[in-house]
């Protein structure tokens, strides 16, 4: 089975860690089960372009248990994990990825993927899905669709779409409910500061930490580091997002403006260069810079490299330091996605229900075969969200009221009012 992986004898940690992650998966699980009687994927290949975690893994044996044929590369060069990526291997999944991979080797993994003609792809910043509609055209006309698990990359395929240049149809699984509500908020928002502590041992509390972007991921960081006692400034070019975060108690102004007030900056955008130049220029000495969106052109690290007088790498674990004039700016794992690059991502728990609703996703695409979807950007039907919400519920003891009939009628007409 070809693979390109770091070291096959990780194997058995990497299985004891994929089944660890199981336990804190139960929507996952039961789907998974469900899958291996019912085989809904049967025959489909499905290539898969996503962090190479132990929580992926899991969602990788559940598409395997429904009867696809599956191989996966990294979605990021920093946030392999190459036991999970060994793991992966010796459970008979094709596995392309090593932790710290270069640019080369990360495109060549994604080719890799591709050469297994997939039938449905899933993304996590459209690069897999861009890399065949550019470089290998001739595999659309069998391709069913594909997923696309993150706001950049749904950014990127809707603008594909604007331009006529989608010729597939993909799931938006990031606008889903179950994954934004959860997974971009208290996922990004936990593991976010998780990184910062374990790169830094720094004291969170009492700190400035200038968040740029407040969507979910933003919202979720800004309360996680209140919680720790940070002073959060908030930048923003969306005026309801600036204003909703005014109101959540937040300061807001624009970066060049919070630049010279922040002891900590993260950006949680997905555009580029939000953090240039002229803000390097007006920071603080100490301080760190980090990024929480997909691709790493949020912190413009090369202008930053051409101003610095000096640049020490690796003065902690994800830790450069850059001197400036006699200031020194620290920069968080490359400007690379920090929470995936300094720790472990999101925890299993808010994974289950994103990867349980890629996996549905998956299984809607090929009910829909038959009639097919058009090409372009399609929302999550709302039934796999609810379905995933209740089994969510369920698996955490909870359950809610549910509608009478007298209430249904009532919600359903226009006759009854005050």
Not at 94 to 101: H, K, N, T, Y
Not at 130 to 140: N, Q, S
Not at 230 to 247: F, G, H, Q, R, Y
Not at 382 to 410: C, F, H, P, W
């Amino acid at each position: 089975m070809p693979n390109d992986i770091k070291d096959i004898t990780l194997a058995e940690e990497g299985k004891r860690l994929i089944e660890w992650a199981a336990r804190d998966m139960p929507v996952l699980s039961s789907i998974k089960e469900r899958f291996e009687k019912e085989k809904p994927l049967k025959g489909m290949k499905i290539g898969a372009c996503l962090h190479v975690t132990v929580e992926t893994a899991n969602l990788m044996l559940a598409l395997k248990a429904g009867g696809a044929d599956v191989a996966l590369c990294a979605s990021n060069p920093l946030s392999s994990q190459d036991e999970a990526a060994a793991g992966l291997v010796s459970l008979g999944i094709p596995v392309f990825a090593i932790s710290g991979e270069d640019r080369d080797t990360f495109f060549k993994h994604i080719n890799s993927v591709i050469a297994y003609r997939p039938d449905i792809t899933m993304d996590d910043g459209a690069d897999l899905v861009t890399a065949i509609h550019t470089k290998h055209p001739e595999l659309l006309a069998h391709m069913i669709g594909s997923t696309e698990e993150t706001t950049t990359g749904v950014i990127r395929l809707r603008a594909m779409a604007r331009d006529g240049a989608l010729k597939i149809p993909v799931v938006a699984v990031n606008d889903a409910k179950t994954k934004n509500l959860f997974d971009n908020r208290y996922g990004t928002g936990q593991s976010t500061m998780e990184a910062i502590i374990r790169a830094t041992d720094m004291l969170v509390a009492g700190r400035v930490f200038v968040v740029a972007g407040y969507g979910w991921c933003g919202k979720g960081l800004s309360m996680r580091a209140r919680g720790m006692g940070a002073n959060i400034i908030v930048t923003e070019v969306d005026p309801v997002k600036a204003l909703e975060a005014a109101m959540d108690g937040f300061r807001v102004m624009p970066m060049i403006e919070a630049a010279p007030l922040g002891d900590l900056f993260c950006t949680v955008t997905g555009d580029i260069n939000v953090i240039g130049a002229e803000h390097f220029k007006m920071m603080k000495d100490g301080a760190f810079v980090c990024n929480a969106g997909h691709f790493d052109v949020e912190v413009n690290v090369k202008a930053l490299e051409k101003m610095a007088d000096s640049v020490k790498r690796g003065i902690r674990e994800h830790v450069d330091e850059y001197l400036l004039g006699g200031r020194r700016i620290y920069v968080l794992a490359e400007g690379r996605l920090v929470n995936l690059a300094a720790a472990e991502g999101h925890p299993a728990s808010v994974m289950d229900m994103s990867f349980s609703t890629q996996a549905l996703a998956c299984e809607w695409l090929v009910l829909s075969g038959a009639e097919g979807l058009a090409p372009g950007v399609h929302n999550v039907p709302e039934k796999i969200e609810n379905d995933v919400a209740r089994l969510k519920l369920a698996s955490m003891g909870l359950s809610i009221d549910t509608l009478t009939e007298e209430q249904k009628r009532y919600l359903a007409s226009w006759q009854e009012g005050t």
